[in-house]
Every structure is written in C-alpha cells, then in structure tokens.
C-alpha cells in the first residue's frame, strides 16, 4: 500500500494519545494516496523511478503498439487507486466510530486487513521490481498501522450492542448477505489478482487487448512485465484488503446511516475505478469484465436493501 510520509514528530505525539490519531492517519494517508494513484491514470503519468527503471517515459511508450500496453496499466493503476479509496473510506469509520468506543472487533478488522495490505507488499519477490517509493511509503506508514492497534483499549461490553435478530429473507437480511458474498469475493478475487501479479502476469484476455504476446513485451524492453506484474499485485492486494475489512463492517456492524454511507462511498470508489476505468481504455471483453460488474451489481443490490434499515435505526447511538 502507498502512503504519504510524515514528520517524525507527529508519530511522537501520536504516540502519546490513545491511538485515535495514528489510526485516522493511517486512513488519511490511504486516502491521498489513492486519489493520487487516480489522477496519475487520469493523465497517464508514471512516476518518475518508474521511467528510470524502464529506461523510457509514459509517451516514448505510448508510441508502440497502439498505446495499448500504456492503457492496460493506466488500468490496473485506475483500479489500484480506487480500492485504496475504499480501504480508507472504512478505515477512517472504523476510527471514528467502534474503535473509538473500544469494540474489539473493529481492532481485528483492522489489524487483519492491515496485514494483508502490507504483507502484498512482499509479493514483489515474485516479480523482482523493488520500487523504493512504495517501500519507503509502506515503511512510513507502517507506523501509524502499528501504534493504532497497539493502544487499541477495549472497553468492557462495547460490541454487544448488536443489532437485533433480523429474518434472513427480510430485505435488510438479503441486502446484508449480498453485502457479505461481495465482501468475500473480493476477498477470493484479490488473492487471485496477487497471485496471477506474482506468477504469470496476464491472463488470455489481457493478452488479446494488448495484441502482443509476454514474449514480446519482454523483447521490447525486458523490465515491462515486472513493473505491469508489480501494478497487479499491488491492486489484487489492495483488493483484499478491502474485502476483509468490509466483511468485517458488514458482519459486526450495527447498522446506521454512517455506516451506509460509508458503504456507498467505499463502493462507489472501487467498484466506479474498476469497472469505468474499462470503457475509457477499450478494454470491454464481457469475460474479463463480469466478475467486477457481478460484484458491482451484487454490492449495489446489497446496499438498496439495507437502506431503509440502516438509515432509521440506532441514531441516537450509532453516528
């Protein structure tokens, strides 16, 4: 996960509080970072270390091949930046809302979410490219992950307070379920992201996109496929980690009209970056795309059904 470093002092006085501050953190530099990674794909832009490592620029690039191989990472990295926005999204919640008041399993939701961002980061021991700008964000925010949890206090009896039995065949009951399949579809469909990054690379659609083989994208320039494998497994990891923290939102959150929203949010986000950034690429093969617009049409269903629920109950105590 990238993130925006930090003076060190500020991890010095975070350090003092009870962790509210370094958690927040940890969602606003997610945040930023996502929106950064948007609007890098908006203009096509790479990074500078990115350039140097592959020896030529995003334009130089643009000119083989139809810009076709400049697309396909303009959408890994659209979809990158728009499952970061949505970790945030429910990580700045988590924050404000039962971390603070002490519920033990937002800190789990956290702490395993958290664990599956950075330890994505390692995938890059598949692939070879060691991008030191990710590093030293990671690094940066590794901090803020781990003084969070660690003055983490729970308080006794908070996550009791759970919402009342509700009919699984009730519209909140199937709303919330589809809520929970998406959730572990993402969690499945990241995991498989990563691994495809990690070993293979591209699947046969992606191939038939780009119109050239693995073969002659590394004849081209022999450290393309590992910076495209490094985008992949970045995005499959920030994908699960979306899925396990909204599982565990769906699943042991009480139901209010913050969490919704946040809910809308975070999907908007992720689902919109993935599936839009397809149509302004090109790349609209039905099979590559129906498993985000599945997912997309299984969390909006799953968000219409929990509204009218969600949006009346528990407002006196659940903001």
């Known amino acids: ?159 009791e307070r759970r919402r009342g039995a509700t009919p699984l065949l009730s519209p909140y009951g199937i709303g919330r379920a589809c809520l929970l399949a998406c959730a572990a579809g993402l969690i499945v469909g990241g995991l498989v992201i990563l691994a495809v990054g990690t070993t293979c690379v591209f699947v046969p659609q992606d191939l038939h996109y780009l119109g050239v083989g693995a073969d002659e994208l590394r004849a081209l320039n022999p450290r393309l496929v590992p910076l495209i494998a490094h985008d992949r497994a970045g995005f499959g990891g920030a994908v699960c980690c979306f899925g396990v923290a909204l599982l565990g939102c769906v699943w042991f959150g009480a139901p209010s009209r913050a969490l919704w929203a946040v809910l809308a949010f975070a999907g908007a986000a992720g689902f919109g970056a993935a599936v839009g950034v397809h149509f302004a690429v090109g790349y609209t093969d039905a099979m590559h795309l129906a498993p985000a617009a599945t997912g997309a049409a299984l969390y909006s269903t799953g968000l219409l059904l929990t509204l009218r629920r969600m949006a009346f109950a528990g407002q006196a105590s659940y903001k």
């Open 1 to 159: 996960m990238a993130a925006i470093p930090y003076p060190v002092g500020v991890l010095r006085t975070a350090a003092r509080t009870d962790g509210r501050f370094c958690r927040a953190l940890l969602g606003l530099a997610l945040l930023l970072s996502g929106l950064f990674a948007l609007y890098l794909a908006a203009t096509g832009r790479f990074l500078p270390h990115d350039e140097r490592y592959l020896g030529m620029t995003a334009r130089q690039l643009c000119a083989l091949h139809g810009c076709r191989v400049v697309h396909f990472m303009i959408h890994d990295r659209a979809a990158f930046g728009g499952a970061l926005v949505a970790v945030a999204a429910l990580y700045l919640w988590l924050a404000e809302s039962p971390l603070r008041r002490g519920e033990r399993w937002a800190w789990w939701a956290l702490a395993l979410s958290g664990a599956v961002g950075f330890a994505s980061f390692l995938a890059y021991l598949g692939f070879g490219y060691l991008d030191g700008w990710h590093a030293a964000a990671t690094l940066a925010v590794l901090p803020c992950y781990v003084l969070g949890l660690s003055r983490f206090r729970a308080r006794p009896g908070e996550g």
